[in-house]
């Protein structure tokens, strides 16, 4: 998930489900802020990219990210993965 705070991207991702990435929320404003808000209750990295959030941002809900962003979004998807393993060493 991306913020600029006056816009955010939620991403899905399901290992052995999805076959790429998909937007599951974006909004602005007072939406992106609540998107924020959902990722923190939950726990959820934020990573913060002004390029990548303008190329996600032109993509519907739902919608598969195209291969072109692939590389951008392994390289978030890395970086849950390396929070959630800091986590699970941490013990939280």
Do not use: C, W
């Not at 726990?43 to 291969?67: C, F, G, M, S, T």
Request: glycine share 6%; proline share 3%.
């Amino acid at each position: 998930m991306k913020t600029g705070r006056d816009k955010a991207i939620a991403l899905r991702y399901k290992r052995g489900k999805d076959t790429s990435p998909k937007v599951t929320a974006k909004g602005q404003g007072k939406l992106a802020e609540k998107i924020l808000a959902i990722a923190r209750t939950h726990d959820i990295p934020v990573k913060e990219d002004k390029a990548l959030l303008d190329a996600l941002y032109r993509l519907d809900i739902n919608e598969e990210i195209p291969e072109e962003l692939y590389q951008v979004v392994a390289e978030i998807l890395a970086f849950v993965y390396r929070m959630n393993r800091l986590k699970e060493v941490r013990g939280e």
